[in-house]
């Protein structure tokens, strides 16, 4: 676990002048009321003259309390843990697309000393034989889950079909290659162009407004455009990994990557059908994720079954290849039709898509309704359907749907305006919307306008010639695009643990994830401002199912949902000081009440007259205790009145060789308006990364598929393209303020998805302004330049 430096008693001396405008700031904030409201301007004692109020620990460029543990190796990952005993496994996979297991023949792999097992269908410890102890909390409502080396049923190449043990990995790895496996083949399809003409529509993404069809025919200036997006697989600098440990009568202990640690707890346990406390799952640091680790992967499954198979520990990491067999961003093709008025207003959106999926599970998001949330239009439709393939279940990819619908959107209106001989920012003014138009609601915040202002004017978009090939830089093709950006504003139950201790030290406990995010150094500030302590005083424990119930982490709701969460139960903490405190002889706060005081400084301090405290430990000692401890669950109420959502404008630069057809970003703005920002190091990273993916997604990002095998061709990290250090030029973040009263308390939306969107359709309408080259097919290549 990510753990504070040594914790230092806080001075119960006299609360010193930061210790107490932190705490009014925090009242304040979270509406207390009292002395917060006159910080302004605070007199300093000493010079009698007006200073500039000091902050907390909340919304300050916080370096990571857990970046010394991972620069150091401190920081133990699903498959660096150190247990005795161990047995290592090498995972054997199918070579067809689809079929049957014929026959399996692993005697020479057993001759190989140091061999323990080769465990397959046929010989693997009992599993559940129903769909639904299979589905864990984020599986598809429709479809038959994977069940890993369940059968003799192939369907999809790299599927897991035996796992070979011994006492190291590369014994293991060698004997593996020795099974030999004969097939019975079927037929199958792997190309979603083939696919397509037996797609299925899906209940309708959202309801339809006026007759788009009718209305679009009668537009004055029409665009109608085909959008393709490849399938895109997840490449996290950590493989997935499960090292899990036999503690005796069935008992296990499961170290795992994975977003959500009881997601994959419960999913353990309905499968082999084992007690819920004979079963823990540990998982403090995950080395990026991003949808890849929401739904448990097949890694899990084989390590839990091998060790009650040899009842004793077992590892398994899975190859780079075999990252390629569980979930990836869909395939999509997109078609979307825009009516408009001269003026540039639009009559009528259409937004077709037909999106991949496998032929075990119908998994999907809404691709096609984002540009309800961003623009007015009297007339829509919306239709999305689904291609089955003979590949593994997709599964959510940063910016699950906007990263991709809002990429074909955004290129859509990038059309528009050429059409229309309009601005593309000009023409996002004038569609734009303050109310969700599928709903009617308005937005609880949406200071997008904003946005457009300040990307407009760091990015210099007013020099901007439009037309094409006009801008050059030497022998480079100069071009300049936007796009627009949206996101979810998520939160979701969640239940939080906070022990509070005389000393002045506090541990937090939750059983949510780190990704990667930055989550354990946001818990710590919330807790350090709720509780009135130093950031090394807070304790964060995370990433165990034993902890208080958290959800998958994901959706970017985390952030959001813990940091309220943790607000709820210093609470509850400070009452219950309060309560000790009040009975205490000739106590200063005998009339407070909870919302009168603050922790601040060690002390429970009145907000009507700071000089009244009462130290935490002297509280305690009137109590007979030295520790509080105090848990609770934080629900968000919707009120049904609002559309609650993040934002974003990006503007890019690209530079095209003329000769060449090599395309680079050289500079990238991206404004930002996601409610209240918590850390402004870690929020500045992870749009950032989100602007990264973006370039990766736009120019880079292909998973190829020989489709006479079924086979994906390109399964590494030198033959799969992601952008590196050579590509990535300079970046520049905006955050808007935005206050949000009504998504939650604390007014805070989440940051982890809104920063790649928008990023693809930026770039792509920078290419075209640059060449007068329209690419629809993503990844944008020089040898589509040159069609």
């Known amino acids: 676990m990510a753990r504070s ?45 007006a200073s500039k109020p000091m902050t907390g620990y909340m919304g300050t460029a916080t370096s990571r309390i857990d970046g010394r543990d991972k620069v150091t190796g401190a920081a133990k990952y699903a498959g660096e843990f150190k247990v005795p005993n161990l047995a290592y496994a090498s995972i054997v996979s199918s070579t067809i697309a689809k079929g049957r297991i014929a026959s399996m023949d692993f005697s020479e792999a057993m001759k190989v000393d140091g061999v323990i097992a080769v465990l397959t269908h046929k010989n693997r410890p009992a599993m559940a034989d129903e769909d639904k102890a299979y589905k864990d909390d ?27 043990l011994a006492e190291d990995w590369e014994t293991a790895r060698f004997a593996a290659s020795l099974v030999r496996v004969e097939y019975q083949k079927e037929s199958y399809v792997t190309d979603l162009e083939q696919a397509r003409k037996n797609a299925f529509a899906l209940e309708t993404p959202a309801k339809p407004r006026g007759d788009a069809a009718t209305v679009f025919a009668a537009a004055p200036v029409r665009h109608d455009g085909e959008y393709y997006v490849p399938i895109e697989h997840h490449n996290p600098m950590e493989l997935f990994a499960s090292t899990v440990t036999w503690d005796g009568d069935g008992k296990l202990t499961v170290y795992d990557k994975t977003q959500g640690v009881q997601n994959v707890q419960r999913y353990v346990c309905s499968i082999f059908n084992l007690k819920s406390e004979d079963v823990r799952v540990i998982s403090p640091f995950v080395g990026g994720a991003f949808g890849s680790g929401l739904r448990p992967q097949y890694q899990v499954v084989l390590a839990s079954l091998a060790a009650l198979a040899v009842k004793r520990p077992v590892r398994v990491v899975l190859t780079r290849q075999q990252m390629y067999s569980i979930g990836y961003r869909p395939a999509m093709i997109q078609r979307i039709q825009l009516g408009a008025k001269a003026d540039g207003t639009l009559d009528a959106i259409t937004h077709d898509a037909t999106t991949v999926t496998s032929q075990y599970e119908d998994f999907h998001r809404h ?30 990819m940063r910016g699950p749907s906007a990263t991709t619908g809002v990429y074909a959107l955004e290129s859509a209106m990038d059309e528009l305006a050429v059409a229309l001989k309009l601005d593309p920012l000009e023409l996002r003014l004038r569609c734009y919307s303050d109310r969700d138009q599928t709903t009617g609601l308005p937005f609880s915040s949406k200071n997008l306008r904003e ?29 300049w695009g936007m796009a627009s950006g949206i996101w979810e504003a998520l939160q979701v139950p969640i239940t939080v643990r906070v022990a509070l201790t005389a000393n002045g030290h506090a541990q937090v406990s939750c059983a949510t994830s780190d990704i990667g995010t930055g989550t354990y150094t946001i818990m710590a500030q919330v807790a350090a401002d709720m509780l009135g302590l130093p950031l090394e005083s807070i304790d964060i424990k995370l990433g165990d199912s034993t902890l208080p119930q958290s959800p998958v982490e994901g959706g ?36 407070a009440t909870a919302k009168d005081v603050i922790l601040s400084g060690g002390k429970l301090v009145s907000l009507k007259d700071p000089s009244r405290s009462v130290s935490i430990a002297d509280a305690m000692r009137q109590g007979g205790i030295d520790r509080i401890e105090q848990e609770k669950h934080t629900t968000f109420k919707n009120d049904g009145k609002h559309a609650h959502n993040t934002h974003s404008a990006i503007f890019a630069e690209v530079k095209v060789d003329e000769q060449m057809g090599v395309i680079r970003v050289t500079r990238i703005v991206s404004a930002v308006a996601a409610g209240r920002i918590m850390n402004a190091k870690t929020a500045h990273s992870q749009v950032m990364g989100g602007v990264v993916w973006g370039m990766g997604v736009a120019l880079h990002e292909e998973t190829l598929i020989d489709h006479n095998f079924g086979r994906i061709m390109n399964a590494n990290i030198a033959e799969y393209h992601v952008p590196v250090n050579a590509d990535v030029h300079d970046i520049k973040v905006i955050f808007v303020d935005e206050q949000d009263d009504i998504v939650n308390p604390m007014g805070i939306k989440g940051l982890g998805e809104i920063g790649i969107v928008g990023v ?23 040898d589509k330049l040159r069609r």
């Open 5 to 49: 430096r040594t914790p230092v008693p806080p001075d119960t001396s006299d609360i010193s002048r930061r210790d107490l405008v932190q705490g009014a700031l925090v009242a304040s904030a979270l509406g207390y009321g009292g002395l917060g409201a006159s910080l302004p301007a605070i007199a300093d004692e000493r010079t009698n003259t």
């Open 138 to 164: 984020v599986a598809p409502e429709k479809g038959s889950p994977f069940r890993p080396l369940y059968g003799d049923k192939i369907m999809f190449d790299g599927q897991p079909i035996a796992i070979v």
């Open 367 to 396: 691709e096609t309704t984002w540009s309800a949330l961003l623009y007015k239009s009297a007339a829509a439709k919306y239709e999305h359907k689904l291609a089955r393939l003979d590949l593994p279940t997709s599964c959510d």
């Open 451 to 479: 946005c457009y202002r300040q990307g407009a004017e760091a990015f210099g978009w007013s020099k901007r010639n439009p037309e094409p090939r006009s801008m050059r830089d030497g022998s480079d093709l100069v071009g």
């Open 556 to 591: 970017s709701w985390i952030a959001a949902s813990v940091s309220n969460g943790i607000v709820t139960t210093c609470d509850a903490v400070r009452e219950e000081l309060l309560k000790f405190a009040k009975k205490m002889p000739n106590s200063p706060l005998a009339a």
């Open 760 to 782: 693809p359709a930026a770039i792509a309408n920078a290419i075209y302004h640059a060449t007068g080259k329209r690419v629809r097919d993503l990844p944008i290549t020089l």
